[in-house]
């Protein structure tokens, strides 16, 4: 592990997530929640936690992990390679924010990108203006392209999503539900392991400026090498991530986060708790620490603290930031949040 606060983070809040979030099932949900969460084996398919994981939900960007499995394929097929330029429509141009600035002249020239700078940009800066382009190369339009996204998810047991554009921007047609997207993790890490590296991408240079990775526990949490985030004012902050230690992957998919913060949080607690499972079937004595004060860690609670002699309080590891546990979010569906993060996080 690479710091002494991650070991904290794994003694700590792991045993407990252990014993509270793969022993004790979740309330039930209401329609005004967004959260859902699931912990899949990517290995064994075994589901080691699922909270409203079947509930429909809006995908934001992790639509784009559908988008870059389509291009996959089509590199397999032999109709792109890496080095295949594909060029910009007007259309393409004009998505909003994020993008990577393609533009068109008055005399009709675009902008043109490779195949690999393409991925890099979906992967990094979440691109919706590349996911069109991609789109529109692939499928002609991008109405078609995302028909084809749909009938391709359910050929891969996505059984409850469907896609309306191939970028993940706000379109009432959306829908998916954390377990598709799990589904959908594991179909890129299982059928194209040769192109996975791309998700641990840290950053991203073109023409007219660069871009870092959206995906903060890179790097932060052991194990963890990607996938992808998201986040609309409908959806609230997702992310698909996936670890692995000791010959073990786990895939953790987190929708509807009330701030990329404890979107992020609540990922690396499931991730740590995922673990610490293992940990415990293997060895009963390893959860040692095995009750937290609340389901719901809120650094605002007052009062909070460890037992004399006790280890440290979670609420100091994660002060300032709240984490979504067990109970699901209870957020607007109209996804009021940080202006700052709408900007950095692509309205994705």
Not at 6 to 12: A, C, D
Not at 85 to 91: E, F, G, K, L, Q
Not at 204 to 232: C, M, Q
Not at 283 to 305: H, I, Y
Request: aromatic share 6%; with cysteine; proline share 4%.
């Amino acid at each position: 592990m690479a710091s002494a606060g991650l070991k904290t983070v794994r003694v700590i809040m792991g045993a407990a997530v252990a014993v509270l979030a793969f022993g004790i099932m979740a309330p039930a949900a209401s329609a005004q929640e967004r959260y859902a969460a699931i912990v899949m084996d990517a290995r064994t398919n075994e589901v080691l936690l699922e909270d409203q994981a079947d509930e429909a939900r809006f995908p934001a960007s992790l639509t784009k992990m559908m988008t870059l499995y389509m291009l996959f394929e089509a590199i397999e097929r032999g109709d792109v390679n890496m080095d295949t330029r594909m060029t910009a429509s007007r259309n393409a141009t004009r998505q909003p924010p994020s993008r990577l600035g393609l533009r068109c002249t008055r005399r009709g020239v675009c902008d043109s990108v490779t195949v690999d700078q393409a991925i890099r940009a979906l992967v990094v800066q979440s691109a919706n203006d590349v996911a069109t382009l991609v789109a529109e190369r692939l499928g002609g339009s991008e109405a078609r392209f995302a028909a084809n996204m749909s009938a391709r998810a359910r050929e891969l047991g996505m059984s409850e999503t469907r896609f309306a554009n191939a970028s993940g921007l706000p379109d009432a047609r959306h829908r998916t539900t954390a377990r598709d997207m799990a589904i959908l993790s594991q179909a890129l890490w299982r059928d194209f392991p040769e192109y996975y590296h791309y998700f641990t991408t840290p950053s991203f240079s073109w023409t007219r400026g660069s871009a870092r990775s959206h995906n903060r526990l890179i790097g932060s949490v052991e194990g963890v090498d990607g996938i992808k985030t998201g986040y609309t004012r409908a959806s609230g902050f997702n992310l698909a991530t996936m670890a692995e230690r000791n010959g073990r992957r786990v895939i953790v998919v987190v929708l509807g986060g009330e701030t990329a913060a404890a979107r992020d949080n609540q990922v690396a607690y499931l991730v740590e708790g995922a673990y610490e499972e293992y940990a415990r079937r293997e060895d009963p004595n390893a959860a040692t620490f095995a009750s937290l004060p609340t389901r719901r860690l809120d650094a605002a609670a007052p009062g909070v603290a460890a037992a004399p002699g006790g280890p440290s309080s979670p609420y100091s590891t994660y002060q300032g930031m709240v984490v979504e546990t067990m109970s699901a979010v209870q957020a607007p569906l109209d996804g009021q949040g940080d202006q700052a993060e709408e900007t950095t996080e692509d309205m994705e």
